[in-house]
């Protein structure tokens, strides 16, 4: 009974250890991700979606194991670093726990702008700081025209400002104001010049009149106030405390306590852009990505995204639903499909950067050149006021000829060893006229003879013919590389390549007869002209036929003599 029970037990165990090891895994799957396009040019954020997901999973781009958060079973996301090498990527998801099915691709660009990051990347690679440039305008030096400043008398200051700023200053403006003394004839406020560029200098001079007693005093405080404006329409404001001795001597000099304000504003800039098809040709549909980094120290709020130049709201509010004009854009070569021209993007804090993909199309009737196009960023500054920026880029557009390479008539079977003719034949399948180079025709089975000409300007459905000779080596099928020459619309040598095919075969070779038979003929080839290779070369071109001749010459055995036959006494009939 007890051997019973542990047999029982045994086989019980057994099976229980079969049934867990049968039992597999539960696979998780690889549904989409998003997005599938991204720029290089900053660190990128990617969103896996699928099933069966755990806090193992971590995702590959062709196997490089990216920085991934597990948020649920069905999301995950991982950071692309910044300067990950472009290409087109397949994305896969490994976990220690299941296997992970399915997957899916992530094309990774490059700015059409040269940027100092790294071709291989970094899982802890960090972003350099941009420099943007700024006026800056300090004041050089100052000094009273009197030696002593007494108190109800006028004195003048002149003062020199200087741009050491990298930028021009414009709308420069100087307000004065002290408690020791009052500026006169002109309130304080002094215009300097309209544009201040960088590195120059300009004199300004203010009056002023002493009210309050100055005895036991050494110094006059007086404070000069600067507000102006970059080329873009940034306001900048800088405060200095100038110090003027009651006990003033001439010759000596003063220089001013500068405490500069900063700017305190938000700067959206686009710092990179890219499209997803290059070259741009008319009619081309294409995905354009733009970089907009905050250049400035507050955020940006509600930022709209205009392509094509427009306005959101009005200065001094927020803006309203409805208060977006985006329809007075230039539209002419360039225009959005799939999606209105405006985006609105939320808030970018100082020093964030954002990727925005607008789908364009470039119009039919768009000549090749270098386009500019107008993008407006609305948003809304600390103060609450709206704040547009205009910002220009440029996008190239070309024309490259659309040739056809064939051959205008079936070539005839080629032989080894033996010439042929390739009747080869180009046609400008384009709309415009093609001004083409050279064409090359080069194989590696053969010979040719000419194996170039100068094909010259194509009209819209014209066609250039070029007859060659071929030589074959060897037996099969030959491959022809055919190479045309051009230069693109903005003067770039570019080439076309096509591959044509022939079918070459054995040359047939008649054995000779033995002159040793009896009655056996020997043929014999004469010495052939010039002009008769030239006549069968001819009649092959026609399909008739271009063997050479020979003379054929019968051999006679000498030991051989014909015996007549003998006819029978009486005649007969044939049988």
Do not use: C, H
Not at 31 to 47: G, K, W
Not at 415 to 438: D, E, H, M, W, Y
Not at 550 to 560: E, G, I, K, L, Q
Request: no cysteine; proline share 8%; net charge negative.
């Amino acid at each position: 009974m007890k051997f019973q029970n542990r047999y029982f037990f045994s086989m019980f165990l057994a099976f229980t250890l079969l049934a867990g090891w049968a039992t597999p895994a539960q696979a998780a799957n690889i549904v989409s991700v998003t997005p599938d396009n991204i720029i290089n040019d900053v660190a990128n954020a990617i969103t896996v979606s699928g099933s069966g997901f755990d806090d193992t999973a971590v995702v590959l781009l062709n196997g490089y194991a990216l920085t991934t958060t597990f948020l649920n079973d069905q999301t995950l996301t991982a950071v692309v670093p910044v300067g990950f090498a472009p290409n087109i990527y397949t994305v896969t998801v490994t976990m220690t726990s299941a296997v992970v099915t399915g997957s899916d691709i992530l094309t990774v660009l490059a700015p059409l702008t040269p940027t100092p990051t790294a071709i291989i990347p970094s899982p802890t690679a960090t972003a350099v700081p941009q420099v943007f440039g700024r006026p800056q305008l300090v004041i050089d030096s100052y000094k009273p025209n009197v030696s002593v400043v007494q108190l109800g008398k006028e004195f003048r200051l002149d003062i020199d400002f200087k741009n050491k700023g990298t930028a021009n200053a414009v709308n420069a403006q100087a307000v004065f104001t002290s408690a020791d003394v009052l500026p006169t004839n002109n309130g304080g406020v002094v215009v300097l010049n309209p544009v201040i560029t960088s590195g120059s200098v300009v004199e300004a001079r203010q009056t002023f009149i002493a009210v309050n007693s100055i005895y036991g005093k050494s110094v006059l405080v007086i404070d000069a106030t600067l507000t102006y404006y970059d080329d873009k329409g940034t306001a900048y404001s800088d405060k200095f405390t100038l110090n003027v001795p009651t006990n003033y001597e001439t010759g000596s000099s003063a220089y001013p306590t500068s405490t500069p304000t900063g700017v305190n504003n938000a700067q959206l800039v686009i710092t990179s852009y890219a499209s997803t098809v290059d070259p741009l040709q008319p009619g081309e549909q294409f995905q354009l990505g733009v970089t907009v980094q905050n250049m400035g120290n507050t955020a940006a709020k509600n930022v709209t995204m205009i392509v094509g130049g427009g306005s959101s709201g009005t200065s001094g509010g927020t803006p309203q639903p409805g208060g977006v004009s985006g329809s007075s854009g230039e539209f002419t070569n360039f225009a959005p499909v799939g999606s209105s021209n405006i985006q609105s993007l939320g808030d970018i804090p100082a020093g964030g950067a954002l990727q925005v993909l607008q789908n364009l199309v470039v119009n039919v009737s768009t000549n090749p050149g270098a386009y500019p196009m107008k993008i407006t960023f609305s948003y809304v500054n600390k103060n609450g006021e709206v704040v547009n920026d205009d910002q220009v880029i440029t996008l190239l557009v070309y024309s490259l000829p659309n040739l056809d390479v064939s051959f205008y008539s079936p070539p005839e079977t080629f032989f080894t060893g033996q010439p042929g003719a390739l009747p080869i034949q180009v046609v400008n399948l384009g709309k415009r006229s093609a001004v083409l180079g050279n064409m090359k025709i080069e194989t590696a089975d053969g010979t040719l003879d000419p194996s170039s000409t100068l094909v010259g300007s194509l009209d819209p459905g014209g066609y250039f013919t070029f007859d060659s000779i071929l030589f074959p080596d060897t037996a099969g099928s030959l491959e022809l590389n055919v190479t045309i020459e051009y230069t693109d619309d903005f003067n770039q040598p570019r080439t076309i390549t096509r591959i044509l095919t022939v079918t070459v075969e054995e040359a047939f070779i008649e054995s000779m007869p033995d002159p040793a038979l009896e009655g056996s003929e020997i043929p014999v080839t004469e010495n052939e002209s010039f002009l008769r290779k030239v006549w069968r070369f001819a009649l092959g071109l026609f399909g008739l036929d271009s063997a050479p001749p020979a003379n054929v010459t019968p051999v006679v055995d000498p030991s051989f003599q014909e015996v007549p036959n003998p006819i029978p006494a009486g005649g007969g009939k044939g049988g």
